[in-house]
């Protein structure tokens, strides 16, 4: 019976794809900064653990935790939506430390086991906007798309011992806490002389075609499970489209 690790179980992606695990007959191990039972159902082979990417301590105590391991899934992250002009550098570093550098940290921890077992799979949870950014997403874009450059080189790095690195890029996902979760980070991010301008770009990103959380489960289980599958793999209807058009 396999092993998966999976960051940022609190909701959405992270806590759709461990379902998806648990439903297969893997071993789970989920992982959110602050854990919460009521999220999934008992089970023996479901466990908790307490993980804040941001925190070198967190990391490593987690990882020890956790044992050994067949597969780790990064997809903890935040939003960030605003423009440039108004984000401050705080809330910058912020959204890179969760979503790029939380990443390595975590990939870091974990890499010792897989190269000394010659085994293992990572798979890097990023965004379809890295695919054909859009607007009031610039500082958010940039961290997703520095874990795509990231995990490619890291896929090259791996070879030698037979660990795969594999990207799933969800599409847009209203199910998903992505506005909630960006909204402490907006405060002042988009100014005044941007206001109007902003207003007409929200309505304009409403789409039928769209993302559902099970799509990206979907996605993740087939890198895991799938040596032949490519390193990229779009997730939802719209992130497939917009990876056919770029």
Do not use: H
Request: aromatic content about 6%; proline content about 5%.
């Amino acid at each position: 019976m396999k092993t998966v690790l999976i960051t940022g179980c609190s909701s959405g992606f992270g806590l759709e794809t461990a379902r998806y695990f648990l439903d297969r007959d893997w071993k789970v191990i989920v992982t959110m900064r602050t854990p919460r039972e009521d999220v999934l159902p008992r089970s023996e082979r479901l466990r908790m653990l307490a993980l804040d990417v941001t925190d070198s301590e967190s990391v490593r105590q987690a990882v020890e935790a956790a044992g050994p391991i067949d597969v780790l899934v990064n997809n903890a992250g935040i939003g960030m939506m605003g423009v440039l002009e108004g984000t401050s550098m705080q809330t910058a570093r912020e959204v890179f430390e969760t979503n790029t550098l939380g990443t390595m940290a975590v990939t870091q921890a974990v890499l010792p086991q897989f190269r000394q077992r010659n085994a293992g799979v990572i798979v890097n949870v990023t965004s379809s906007v890295t695919l054909k950014p859009l607007p009031l997403l610039s500082v958010y874009t940039a961290s997703k798309a520095a874990v795509n450059a990231f995990t490619e080189s890291l896929a090259l790095e791996l070879r030698p011992f037979n660990v795969r690195v594999n990207l799933v890029l969800p599409g847009r996902a209203p199910e998903t806490r992505f506005g909630e979760n960006a909204q402490p980070r907006m405060k002042g991010g988009i100014p005044e002389a941007y206001a109007g301008w902003a207003k007409s770009v929200f309505a304009g990103q409403q789409s039928s075609a769209i993302t559902r959380s099970l799509d990206v489960a979907e996605a993740v289980w087939r890198a895991a499970n799938d040596p032949s599958c490519p390193l990229r793999i779009a997730a939802g209807a719209d992130a497939v489209a917009l990876a056919g058009s770029s």
